[in-house]
C-alpha cells in the first residue's frame, strides 16, 4: 500500500499491508453521476496491529487545477476509531459505575470528533466525581473548591479542574467549540486524577507493600500470612503478622485487633480460635489455611 495509515498502538502514520478488499462501485443510469468503494483489512507492518479501512469517492469529489484539470480525492476512515495522542485509561472497570459510564461515552464522543460533547462530558466527570465523594455544594465552582478543602485534591489539582469547567461551560452554554489540542491536556488531567483516586492504588496491591487502614484490609493480610505450615501452631497477632505488622498504623492495630475477637466470638471466622484473651498479647490457635477470594484483585 502507497499511503501511510494511522496505527493506533504505534500512534502514528505507519506502512499497512492489505489483508483482504473488497471493491463496490456503482452510478445513475446515464453515468453523471459515480461511486466507488472499498473495504479493506490492514495490517500494521511494525507491530502487527489489524485495523479496518474504508475508503469512498464519487464523481463529486473533485477540486480542479489552475488549468481546469479535475483533480479527485477519497474519503479514508480507519476503524476502530482512536485518539491520536494520549489514550485513555486502562483499567477504567476500577472506576465506580456512574464515573465509569460517563468516562466511556466522552472518549467515544472525542473519538468520533465530537469536540463540544467532549468538553461537556469532561465536565460531566467532574460533577459524577463530586457526586461519588459527597460534595453536595450548589454549583460547580465550589464543589471543585471543596474537593481541595476535604483532602481529595491538592490545590494546584483543584486549580485544574477549573479549566474543565471553563472550557465545557463554554462548550455547552455558549456551543463553542474547544480546541482539540486544549482537549487532549485536559483528558490528560482528568486521567491523572482518576487514577490517583481510583486506579493506583488497586493497581499496586498485592505486588508492593502498602499501608492497611481499614478493618477489610487487615483481616486480607492477616489470611495472606496464615500458611500451610502455621496449622495448629498457636501465636500472637504479632507473630502471625511478622514484618507486615509495619503496614498497619500503630493508633488502628489495637481496633482491628478488637473487631478481630469480636468476630471470633461471634464465630464469624473459622480458621483461627481465641486460645487466650490478654490486654497485651491475644494467642490465636490456627486450624487451617483461610479461603482466600482473588477474583479482580490481580
Known sequence: ???????????????????????LQGGDD??????????????????????????????????????????YYFDEDVLPLFLEKGGELKYQYYLPRKIRA????????????????????????????????????????????????????????????????????DALHEIEKPKKEHLYLLLELINHLLSNLFINDKIIKGKVDTIVDTYEEFIRLVKSKITEDLINKELTLNEILDKAKRLIPK?????????????????????????????????????????VFTFGTK
Open 30 to 71: 446515464h453515468d453523471y453521476f459515480q461511486w466507488l468503494e472499498k473495504y479493506i483489512v490492514i495490517e500494521c507492518l511494525g507491530c502487527e496491529t489489524i485495523s479496518f479501512l474504508k475508503v469512498y469517492g464519487d464523481t463529486d469529489m473533485v477540486h480542479h487545477d489552475h488549468e481546469g484539470d479535475p483533480d
Open 1 to 23: 500500500m502507497e499511503d501511510k495509515y494511522f496505527c493506533r498502538k504505534c500512534k502514528g502514520p505507519r506502512n499497512h499491508k492489505s489483508l483482504f478488499e473488497k471493491k
Open 102 to 169: 460517563i468516562y466511556s461515552e466522552t472518549i467515544a464522543c472525542f473519538k468520533s470528533n465530537s469536540y463540544i460533547l467532549t468538553a461537556g462530558g469532561l465536565r460531566a466527570i467532574i460533577e459524577a466525581l463530586c457526586n461519588h465523594l459527597k460534595i453536595k455544594k450548589d454549583n460547580l465552582s465550589n464543589r471543585i473548591d471543596l474537593l481541595h478543602k476535604k483532602g481529595h485534591l491538592t490545590l494546584s489539582e483543584s486549580k485544574r479542574l477549573h479549566s474543565i469547567r471553563f472550557l465545557g461551560n
Open 251 to 291: 493508633s488502628e492495630l489495637p481496633k482491628f485487633e478488637k473487631q478481630l475477637l469480636d468476630d471470633l466470638k461471634s464465630k464469624k471466622i473459622d480458621y483461627l480460635k481465641l486460645k487466650k484473651e490478654s490486654e497485651k498479647d491475644s494467642i490465636y490457635k490456627i486450624l487451617k489455611e483461610p479461603y
